[in-house]
């Protein structure tokens, strides 16, 4: 099992940058596939970003793309999302998650249920 704690939320204004990080502690870090949801007001949870176990392939949404960037450092446990050119939209609960199952397609990467572990998530206020 592993445990999962977010860091870095806060309150900016739109077009400014955050970054967001997540330690993992437990089982083997490398051997788990990662990924960001964020939960907005009234909204449910949706898919940000992911970030493969092996060869650190990378998954975005489409609403992300080009701004948010997903990495992963195996040596201290710890997935990061930098957050560039944000919107009052961006505003939300950003949650990280894990799974270490095995997945042969990619489309496991971007649904919810493929995950198992999940932090309490950090708040992300954009300000207009």
């Known amino acids: 099992q592993v445990q999962l704690v977010e860091s870095g939320g806060g309150l900016v204004q739109a077009g400014g940058s955050l970054r967001l990080s997540c330690a993992a502690s437990?089982?083997?870090?490398?051997?788990?596939?990662m990924g960001w949801f964020r939960q907005g007001p009234g909204k449910e949870r949706e898919f940000v970003a992911a970030?493969?176990?092996?060869?650190?392939?990378?998954y975005y949404a489409d609403s992300v793309k080009g701004r948010f960037t997903i990495s992963r450092d195996n040596a201290v446990n710890t997935v990061y999302l930098q957050m560039n050119s944000l919107t009052p939209e961006d505003t939300a609960v950003y949650y990280c998650a894990a799974t270490d199952k095995t997945y042969y397609s990619s489309s496991y990467y971007f649904s919810e249920p493929t995950y198992d572990y999940w932090g309490q998530g950090t708040q992300v206020t954009v300000s207009s």
């Open positions: 437990g089982r083997t870090f490398s051997s788990y596939e």
């Open positions: 970030i493969s176990r092996i060869a650190g392939r990378t």
